[in-house]
């Protein structure tokens, strides 16, 4: 399929325990290119912003879903993960409560990342 392609797949999650399927094919697939070899960056951004907090991705439950941590786990490892400045600010977020590997970083960073060469954004 893609694996071995130099290609960046950006996905920004909008959605947590306000859309929880939204928010889960958002994980699922960032998590399921990076394990097919896919340079991934995922973007948390509106409700997805609190699941940059510790523990707040095992709050998430779906039926017949991945569970969140996990795949958070795989992204962290794998993956660039970033928190949305203003979506941090607007929660309260700061640089100090996030997970450790999260960056917070805002709207400049992500357009760069989508404007490169053989970048995909998707948006959930």
């Not at 950006?10 to 094919?25: H, I, W």
């Not at 970083?105 to 992500?110: H, I, Q, S």
Request: glycine share 10%.
């Amino acid at each position: 399929m893609l694996t071995g392609m130099a290609r960046l797949l950006v996905v920004k999650a909008t959605a947590g325990a306000d859309a929880p399927e939204r928010c889960s094919q958002a994980f699922n697939v960032a998590s399921t290119a990076v394990t097919a070899g896919i340079g991934v960056s995922l973007w948390l951004t509106g409700e997805s912003a609190w699941f940059a907090l510790p523990g707040r991705a095992a709050e998430f439950d779906l039926p017949h879903a991945a569970p969140l941590p996990d795949l958070l786990e795989v992204l962290l490892a794998e993956a660039r993960v970033t928190l949305c400045t203003q979506c941090a600010a607007r929660r309260g977020i700061g640089p100090g409560d996030v997970i450790p590997g999260i960056r917070i970083a805002g709207a400049a960073v992500f357009v760069e990342e989508i404007m490169s060469e053989g970048a995909q954004a998707l948006v959930y």
